[in-house]
């Protein structure tokens, strides 16, 4: 694919509280390089850009004395207007994306719909404890964040887990690998609803 023809977008968003700058090419190798403060999430980032074969940059600056939750939410905000900038009209796509990921004793679900109708179910269970100084809540107002900038309906079940860190972990694999089904490019041309446009 040519640098003309490739869905990439770069996004920054400032406030009094954070500032985070994020890149995504959709057609890229999963090479990512992701600082936000929040260990765990560039975890989390870098593990998503992997699996869904995306280049990711992610920059972010934060209030983190007072609490992760502004970085992690505005860096689901900003990941999610710039992966909508990326698909564009999302002419050609397949649009659905199904996966089921295991992690050792965790196994997560992942569905999407890159219909421009953003919605999320989260029907995920995990202990409060938190993972390294991450707080398990801040997974779900991450991915609420990216489903509502990116115009996702987007499902996530973690159907069994003893294991926090690898609950969450699956989750952000299956996003990945999902995200990556939806967004190949199948019939060229052609807009993937029966309307003729997404939304």
């Known amino acids: 694919m040519s640098e003309r023809q490739r869905r990439r977008a770069e996004h920054t968003r400032t406030t009094r509280e954070t500032d985070v700058r994020v890149v995504l090419d959709l057609d890229g190798s999963g090479v990512s ?3 936000t403060g929040v260990p765990f999430l560039d975890h989390m980032l870098t593990a998503f850009a992997k699996h869904g074969r995306f280049d990711l940059t992610v920059q972010a600056t934060g209030d983190l004395a007072v609490d992760d939750h ?3 939410e505005d ?3 900003v990941l999610g207007m710039t992966f909508a900038a990326a698909l564009g009209d999302g002419t050609g796509i397949a649009r659905f994306g199904t996966t089921y ?3 050792d004793d965790a196994l997560a679900r992942v569905v999407v719909d890159c219909a421009a109708r953003p919605y999320l179910v989260w029907a995920v269970e995990v202990a409060p404890a938190r993972v390294g100084s991450f707080d ?3 997974a779900e107002e991450f991915w609420r964040a990216v489903a509502m900038r990116a115009g996702l309906t ?3 079940d973690v159907l069994r887990q003893r294991n926090a860190h690898h ?5 952000w694999k299956a996003a990945g690998v999902a ?3 939806a967004t190949r490019i199948t019939v060229p041309g052609d807009a993937p609803s029966t309307k003729g446009v997404l939304g």
């Open 75 to 77: 860096v689901g905000l």
């Open 33 to 35: 390089a992701c600082a």
């Open 167 to 171: 609950a969450l972990e699956a989750i």
């Open 154 to 156: 987007l499902h996530v």
């Open 136 to 138: 398990p809540a801040l």
């Open 179 to 181: 995200l990556h089904a």
């Open 101 to 103: 990921v295991p992690m």
């Open 70 to 72: 502004h970085t992690v």
